[in-house]
């Protein structure tokens, strides 16, 4: 399968620890899977969050999380678990 270019995501060393990331922003692809694919969070309702991004952005950040699944699903698990338990008391 030839190597798909995705115009919209860039990852550095020294951008968000090298995650690939939304271009120009520190907005991490792994952000958009999981507003879109997890919440159930539209591309078009996602811009009124980030409104410096374009759709054609969130449709990228989607692709290439289609094409590189597993790293970023790595990398989704890895954050969840840096995240504190609730406690479960309101």
Known sequence: MPNVLHP?????PHVCGGSPCLEGTRIPVRTVVIYV???GVSPE???AYY???SLATVY???SYY???REAIDAEIAANAALEPPTSGVS
């Open 8 to 12: 919209h995501v860039s990852s550095a």
């Open 37 to 39: 694919l997890h919440h």
């Open 45 to 47: 309702e996602l811009l």
């Open 51 to 53: 409104p410096q991004v």
């Open 60 to 62: 990228d950040a989607l």
């Open 66 to 68: 289609y094409d590189h």
